[in-house]
């Protein structure tokens, strides 16, 4: 069974970047057909998607935040990582990584989250 753990920094200062690892075990993210996936959900709010990458490095960002989001893959690893810039404190949310059979939806596995919290 596929598992995916979330780590990295639980608190950031304003204007800063937030930065998360997902390292995935029991498979391989260089397997074709899935979509490594970041999403989070803020207090009181339902699921955000962030967006996602393929095993080749091709990534597809949520419109409302692509500016500020770059996802990367490092098949030597294991691992694809997310990274938000200039957060402010909207962006405090509990950020799980998952893997999908489509973009945007059809989760089948998910890290069990990491909260991040910005603050100064």
């Known amino acids: 069974q596929v598992q995916l753990q979330e780590s990295g920094p639980g608190l950031v200062k304003p204007s800063q970047t937030l930065s998360l690892t997902c390292t995935v075990s029991s498979g391989s993210i260089a397997t074709k057909g899935y979509y490594w996936t970041w999403t989070r959900r803020p207090p009181g709010k339902g699921l955000e998607w962030l967006g996602d990458?393929?095993?080749?490095?091709?990534?597809n960002y949520n419109p409302a935040l692509w500016s500020r989001t770059a996802i990367t893959i490092d098949t030597s690893k294991n691992q694809f990582a997310l990274q938000l810039s200039s957060v402010t404190p909207e962006d405090t949310a509990v950020y799980y990584c998952?893997?999908?059979?489509?973009?945007?939806?059809?989760?089948?596995?998910w890290g069990k989250g990491t909260q991040v919290t910005v603050s100064s």
């Open positions: 998952a893997r999908a059979t489509k973009s945007g939806g059809e989760y089948d596995y």
């Open positions: 990458i393929r095993y080749d490095g091709s990534t």
